[in-house]
């Protein structure tokens, strides 16, 4: 405690990111119910049948449904399997493929990403429809998925119609549509939090794979890809093999996602954590030295702060930096976060920033 000499207490949960956060509760009793005897290695196993089975239902139809370690092979197994030969993958410049997981889908697809420049993480169909010069130039690389973020990586949402567009523009040019749902619940919970709504924004929508996250959702670690078209995935068992994505317990991975698929938890943890963005965001909307755009629309928010006190306030209560050129950061909610760790967040900044 730093009370006597002024410092509030740091509050106990951060908002650096949703992957900082605990594991829930119901994720480790699933967890121990499934670490029970011997179970068949490589997914042949009840859990991971169910937790398939879940995901059917969810989606309201037969999906091919593979678990996977991370985020970062899930997009990269759900983008090898989409890839024609030449093939190249257009996204936008702020997504994670691009960014954030060092060059792995380069470096293990050996495909070239086409990432084209977005305001805050929406890439438009016009961008895709303005690659259609590069189809049938054999010096070009040839546009062959569309991987698009929900929610973006800028806490932005497409609409439903939006990537029903976007799909519609890549499915003319021959393309087809991965979708990063590291943060599809959050997406989903936004939209309304109903079978429906995750169903207007994927299968209506014409997405093709979807890479469905857990680790952030109140999960210990596992992803899952999901192939809307199981014909698409008819290579898919080999090359999560091969991109070293096929934990030999998946088990462990499947009796995560029954219990996260399970009375709606995955909603509930995302709406909590978009909730709780909304509330950190109207208590430090109007603070002295806090700039900041529109509310979230889901479980992010993007402060601009005096350079000067950035390092202060990050040493007491850690987050990241978003774009430190414009000393730009990102605070981020999760399925546990409290009102005491906005209300001990918000002391900080008066003290620390105003
Ligand atoms: C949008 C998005 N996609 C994918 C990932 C993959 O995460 P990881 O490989 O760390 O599990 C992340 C993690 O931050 C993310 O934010």
């Not at 037969?62 to 983008?79: F, H, K, P, Y």
């Not at 909304?278 to 005096?306: C, H, K, M, R, W």
Request: glycine share 8%; net charge negative.
């Amino acid at each position: 405690m730093n009370t006597s000499s002024g410092i509030p207490p740091a509050p106990e949960r951060r908002f650096a990111s949703d992957n900082n956060a605990a594991v829930h509760p119901l994720i480790l009793e699933s967890l121990e119910r499934a670490n029970r005897g011997h179970a068949v290695a490589y997914g042949d196993d009840p859990w991971t049948a169910s937790a398939e089975e879940a995901f059917n239902e969810l989606f309201g139809q037969q999906v091919s449904t593979l678990m996977v370690w991370n985020g970062t092979g899930a997009n990269v197994l759900a983008l090898a399997t989409l890839l024609s030969p030449a093939g190249a993958v257009v996204c936008s410049d702020a997504s994670h493929i691009n960014v954030d997981e060092t060059g792995a889908p380069e470096r293990i697809l050996g495909a070239k990403l086409i990432d084209v420049p977005t305001t805050q993480g929406k890439i438009t169909p016009d961008q895709v429809l303005n690659l259609q010069h590069l189809i049938g130039v054999v010096h070009h690389v040839q546009p062959s998925v569309l991987s698009l973020t929900q929610s973006t990586e800028w806490g932005t949402m497409y609409t439903p119609n939006e990537i029903g567009a976007l799909c519609d523009a890549a499915h003319s040019m021959g393309m087809k549509v991965h979708l990063d749902g590291a943060r599809i619940a959050n997406a989903t919970a936004a939209l309304g939090g109903t079978q429906q709504a995750l169903k207007s924004f994927t299968v209506d929508a014409g997405v093709d794979v979807i890479s469905f996250g857990g680790a952030k959702n109140g999960m210990m670690y596992g992803e899952a890809v999901i192939y809307l078209d199981p014909e698409l995935a008819r290579s898919a068992p080999y090359v999560r093999k091969q991109v070293t994505q096929l934990p030999s317990k998946v088990r462990y991975i499947s009796a995560q996602f029954s219990a996260l698929l399970t009375d709606d938890l995955w909603i509930k943890n995302a709406r909590h954590a978009n909730e709780m963005a909304t509330l950190l965001y109207g208590q430090t909307v109007g603070l002295a030295g806090v700039t900041l755009d529109g509310a979230p629309e889901v479980n992010s928010i993007f402060p601009v702060l005096p350079a000067a006190h950035i390092e202060a306030l990050r040493d007491w209560s850690f987050f990241y930096d978003w774009d430190s050129h414009h000393q730009q950061v990102r605070w981020m909610t999760a399925w546990d976060t409290e009102l005491a760790d906005i209300d001990q967040f918000v002391a900080g900044i008066g003290h620390f920033v105003g």
